[in-house]
């Protein structure tokens, strides 16, 4: 017998999976607007300051597992960062350290791009700053902080994630998170990187690093919670 109901909780079914598809599709589309680094480091394990290439949003999804609002937010905001404290010349991946707030993204693309490591005092996670990072260029001490402009974000997405982080979305509610999420990355890779991030100077900037272990990896944290099925976990 004919149910329109579950005709209709089907039809729902489809169409967000069709919605999804499209924004995966959009987003991957839209990373053909290159974002790209030039970095320099040394040439062997006790090399020389000469070896140059090119890092990319491909490289930075590669390393860090998949591409992401979070993701093209990090490599955008220290984009502009990096303008500040290299102007035209290469990123020197030896001269850096840097400050990230905890999001596994965030710290991803700040460790890949800056070489910053805890054990080599060139890397720590903090909440207590404004912004997303604090990057210092170590041989003259300048240092800035970049931030992610006002009414940037929609709302929806940090609400969402805060209950996806307590594991009380259901598959199609984490569907439609993701869907804001692709949708927010190709906004972001539609504008420029100044119109979205502030960078500002940070005089007389003191590195005290702290180990904090306890911070939460949240994009793992529903790696087991099946697809969406009419709605139901």
Same mark, same amino acid.
């Given at each position: 017998m004919f149910c329109p109901k579950k005709y209709n909780i089907s039809t729902k079914r489809i169409l967000k999976i069709i919605l999804l598809v499209l924004s @995966? !599709?959009?987003?991957s589309c839209s990373t053909s607007r290159k974002i790209s680094f030039t970095t320099? %480091?040394?040439?062997?394990? =006790?090399?020389?300051?000469? $070896?140059?290439q090119k890092i990319t949003l491909k490289d930075l999804t590669k390393f860090h597992g998949h591409l992401c609002d979070g993701l093209v937010e990090g490599a955008l905001s220290l984009q502009l960062a990096m303008k500040e404290l290299?102007?035209?010349q290469p990123i020197d991946r030896t001269n850096l350290r840097i @400050?990230?707030?905890?999001?596994?993204?965030? !710290? %991803?693309?700040?460790? $890949?791009? !800056?070489g910053g490591r805890y054990q080599f005092n060139s890397f720590y996670v903090d909440t207590v700053f404004k912004g997303l990072y604090i990057i210092q260029r170590i %041989? /003259?001490?300048? !240092? @800035?902080?970049?931030?992610? /402009?006002?009414?940037? =974000?929609?709302?929806a997405i940090d609400s969402l994630g805060l209950l996806a982080t307590k594991q009380l979305l259901t598959p199609c509610g984490l569907d439609s998170l993701k869907i804001l999420e692709n949708n927010y990355a190709i906004y972001l890779l539609k504008h420029k990187p100044e119109e979205l991030f502030t960078v500002t100077l940070? %005089? /007389?900037f003191i590195w005290h690093p702290a180990l904090n272990n306890n911070f939460i990896k949240t994009d793992i944290l529903n790696k087991k919670i099946k697809y969406c099925n009419n709605g139901k976990k």
């Open positions: @995966v !599709t959009l987003l320099i %480091d040394t040439d062997f394990s =006790k090399g020389r300051l000469n $070896y140059i290299f102007s035209n @400050v990230s707030k905890p999001s596994p993204c965030l !710290t %991803d693309v700040a460790i $890949y791009l !800056t %041989d /003259n001490k300048k !240092t @800035v902080v970049v931030s992610r /402009n006002e009414n940037v =974000k929609p709302t940070v %005089d /007389n």
